[in-house]
Every structure is written in C-alpha cells, then in structure tokens.
C-alpha cells in the first residue's frame, strides 16, 4: 500500500498572506496627490492592490484579521502620511474598481505606468474583500 504522508497544507501552498506585500501595496497610496504624474501612481497603487487581492486570494481571508492589519499599517504611519493615505484612497478604490469592471480603457495608462499589474484582468471577488478590509481600517472599524 502506497502511503502519503499527512501533511497539510502542502509545503508548495502559501496559505498565509503575505502581509509584506500586503504593505508595499499599501505604500504605493503615499507620496502623491494632486501632483504631476499621479495618474500614474494612482494606476501604480490599483493595481498593487488588486495583485496583493488576487495573490493571496482575500476573499479566503479572516476579514477581522485582515482589517486589523491594515489599521496597525496605518497606526505605524506619520500623522502626514496617514492623511495622505486616506485622502488618495478614496480615488485609488475607485480606480480600482474601474480596472475590475473593464481594465481595457486604461491599458495606456497602465502602460504609461510601467504595467505594474500582473494580469490582464481582474475579477471583484478578491478585490472586494480587501477594499473592505481597507475601508474598514479607513474608517475605525473593527
């Protein structure tokens, strides 16, 4: 008899997500605003966060834990970058939304940006969980 050996999860599966990645998404959302080139790091933050989404499969997540990690990424931060953070994320959920529903229109754009994401298009079901998560934290829930 051919026995497996009983591990689980595979030693190949990260079922952990990435909460490093998760904030060098996050940091993308910083250091910009109404200034020359923000489409492009608007574009940059998106799509930073709709791969972390995809990557790490949010909608499987804990959503308390996640939204925790957000507020403690955001607690770490100076009282500036806090505010810039939450006065560009507003406009980096929307953009993001807009590449979830048809990232074709903004192909150029991305493209201008360095094509920051890693795919070529993205479903809401991931992206949803984190916005949430994010939107949470933005707002002092949980």
């Not at 770490?76 to 806090?82: A, I, K, R, S, V």
């Not at 903004?106 to 994401?117: H, I, K, S, V």
């Not at 991931?126 to 949470?136: D, F, G, P, T, V």
Request: charged share 25%; with cysteine; net charge negative.
């Amino acid at each position: 008899m051919n026995e497996r050996p009983n591990t689980w999860p595979p030693q190949s599966c990260s079922c952990r997500p990435d909460t490093t990645a998760l904030e060098q998404a996050l940091q993308k959302g910083l250091g910009w605003g109404a200034e020359a080139g923000s489409t492009l790091s608007l574009s940059r933050a998106a799509a930073a966060l709709l791969d972390w989404g995809e990557d790490n499969r949010a909608a499987r997540l804990d959503q308390t834990e996640l939204t925790r990690r957000v507020r403690r990424w955001l607690a770490g931060l100076t009282c500036c970058d806090e505010t810039d953070f939450r006065t560009n994320w507003p406009a980096i959920a929307a953009h993001a939304d807009d590449l979830v529903q048809d990232i074709t229109p903004y192909l150029g754009r991305l493209e201008d940006a360095g094509n920051p994401q890693k795919r070529s298009d993205y479903g809401p079901r991931h992206w949803e969980s984190l916005k949430r998560a994010i939107e949470q934290a933005v707002n002092g829930v949980i």
